[in-house]
Each structure stands twice: as structure tokens, then as C-alpha cells.
């Protein structure tokens, strides 16, 4: 296949040779005939091929030098796309690992929070509800610290209102002191629901930024917070 490329572009290249030499010839022989009639004799051939390199020259550099700087705006175009791809996928990046981990933090957070609320419920020993709410005060300075200038609205909104709900559970089994009321036991349980319907909307978010992260080929860690 190259050699049949090879031969049809050498069968061109001398096509265009034999075009110009006829074109040259036909050209000799109009200015031989048009200086004829005129009576200005034979002209001078070696300053009129002077005179046609010249200004073959400068159209040869012309052409040079417009090829250069397209070339050169090409690759600069290409540069500043590059660029700009990499400026998005980094802000994606840190988009998809900021909802990734508050999803994963939420997510132990809820857990703790239901296991907080059931220990009060049904009497369980003072170690295991004291050890519900150490976990829980941690996960909650965990998602405080997730929420950062630029972090996705989402996110943001997610992690404050989860960190809020172990907030004030956690204010209400001091408050409670015993056992708990029905009353602290409706408002704790609305507290973990609220705050669920947020983390649901965050997984949500997460999924469809994972998936944007897949399709523009950018890794993502599987760091979780232990």
C-alpha cells in the first residue's frame, strides 16, 4: 500500500513538472511574440529570470513564514485546550473526593446516630452509649473539615446538616440525663431523617461525578475514613 502511495505521488509530483515547463514555455513564447510586435527586440533572459526569482523568493518566504505562524497558533491552541482540560479535570477531581468522602463520613454517621439513639431506647450499658457518642463527635469534626472554599454546594449543604444533626442529639442526650422521653426520641429520630434525605442527595451527586470522572479518564483513590 505505501509503495502504491509512494508511485501515485511521484506520477503527480511529475504531472505538476510537466505543467510547469509548458506553462514556462507557453509563457517565452507569448513574450517573444508580444515584444515582436511592440519592435522591442529579444529581451534580456537573464534579467527577467532574475527578476522571476526574486519574486519567487519573496513569495516563497511569504508562504514560509504564514505556514510558521499557523503552525505556531495551532500548537498554542492546542496548548491552552490542554490546559484548560486539565484546569477542569482538577476541579473535578476534587469535586468527585470531596463527595465521595462525605458520603463515606455520612454514612458511618448515620450509623453511629441510630446506634446512639437505640442504646438510649432500650437501657444498654453507659461504656457502649458513651462509645456511640466519642465515634460520633469525631465523624463530626471529620465532616467540619470537609467543608472548604470551592467545596461543591451539595456537599457542602450535606456535610453541615449531618454534622448539625450529631450536634443536637448529641445536646440532647446530655440534656436528658436518664432515660429517654418519647418526645427526645421522635426529635432524634426526625433529626437522622433530615439529615439522611441530604446524605441521599449527596450519592446521588457523587454517582454522576464518578461517572463524568470515568468517562474523561480521571483515576479517583479509594481513600475512606476509618
Same mark, same amino acid.
Given at each position: 500500500?505505501?509503495?502504491?502511495?509512494?508511485?501515485?505521488?511521484?506520477?503527480?509530483?511529475?504531472?505538476?513538472?510537466?505543467?510547469?515547463?509548458?506553462?514556462?514555455?507557453?509563457?517565452?513564447?507569448?513574450?517573444?511574440?508580444?515584444?515582436?510586435?511592440?519592435?522591442?527586440?529579444?529581451?534580456?533572459?537573464?534579467?527577467?529570470?532574475?527578476?522571476?526569482?526574486?519574486?519567487?523568493?519573496?513569495?516563497?518566504?511569504?508562504?514560509?513564514?504564514?505556514?510558521?505562524?499557523?503552525?505556531?497558533?495551532?500548537?498554542?491552541?492546542?496548548?491552552?485546550?490542554?490546559?484548560?482540560?486539565? #484546569?477542569?479535570?482538577?476541579?473535578? @477531581? !476534587?469535586? %468527585?473526593?470531596?463527595?465521595?468522602?462525605?458520603?463515606? =463520613? &455520612?454514612?458511618?454517621?448515620?450509623?453511629?446516630?441510630?446506634?446512639?439513639?437505640?442504646?438510649?431506647?432500650?437501657?444498654?450499658?453507659?461504656?457502649?452509649?458513651?462509645?456511640?457518642?466519642?465515634?460520633?463527635?469525631?465523624?463530626?469534626?471529620?465532616?467540619?473539615?470537609?467543608?472548604?472554599?470551592?467545596?461543591?454546594?451539595?456537599?457542602?449543604? #450535606?456535610?453541615?446538616?449531618?454534622? @448539625? !444533626?450529631? %450536634?443536637?442529639?448529641?445536646?440532647?442526650?446530655?440534656? =436528658? &440525663?436518664?432515660?429517654?422521653?418519647?418526645?427526645?426520641?421522635?426529635?432524634?429520630?426526625?433529626?437522622?431523617?433530615?439529615?439522611?434525605?441530604?446524605?441521599?442527595?449527596?450519592?446521588?451527586?457523587?454517582?454522576?461525578?464518578?461517572?463524568?470522572?470515568?468517562?474523561?479518564?480521571?483515576?479517583?483513590?479509594?481513600?475512606?475514613?476509618?
Amino acid at each position: 500500500m505505501e509503495t502504491k502511495n509512494f508511485g501515485m505521488k511521484a506520477v503527480e509530483a511529475l504531472c505538476w513538472v510537466f505543467f510547469g515547463a509548458c506553462v514556462l514555455g507557453i509563457s517565452r513564447w507569448l513574450i517573444l511574440y508580444a515584444l515582436g510586435a511592440l519592435g522591442w527586440g529579444t529581451p534580456d533572459w537573464a534579467a527577467w529570470v532574475q527578476a522571476v526569482g526574486s519574486i519567487a523568493a519573496i513569495v516563497g518566504a511569504f508562504l514560509i513564514s504564514h505556514q510558521q505562524h499557523m503552525k505556531a497558533q495551532a500548537a498554542e491552541k492546542a496548548r491552552q485546550k490542554a490546559e484548560q482540560k486539565k #484546569a477542569e479535570d482538577t476541579e473535578l @477531581h !476534587a469535586r %468527585t473526593l470531596a463527595a465521595k468522602n462525605v458520603v463515606q =463520613v &455520612g454514612s458511618h454517621a448515620m450509623e453511629m446516630l441510630r446506634g446512639l439513639v437505640d442504646s438510649r431506647q432500650v437501657d444498654k450499658p453507659a461504656w457502649e452509649t458513651e462509645k456511640y457518642e466519642a465515634r460520633a463527635d469525631q465523624l463530626r469534626s471529620i465532616l467540619d473539615a470537609c467543608v472548604a472554599p470551592g467545596t461543591d454546594h451539595v456537599t457542602a449543604v #450535606a456535610a453541615l446538616a449531618i454534622s @448539625h !444533626a450529631i %450536634t443536637m442529639i448529641l445536646a440532647d442526650m446530655k440534656n =436528658v &440525663g436518664g432515660a429517654m422521653t418519647q418526645e427526645i426520641t421522635m426529635r432524634c429520630d426526625q433529626r437522622v431523617e433530615d439529615a439522611h434525605a441530604f446524605l441521599c442527595r449527596l450519592i446521588n451527586l457523587s454517582a454522576m461525578l464518578i461517572a463524568k470522572c470515568k468517562a474523561r479518564g480521571i483515576p479517583l483513590e479509594s481513600d475512606e475514613f476509618e
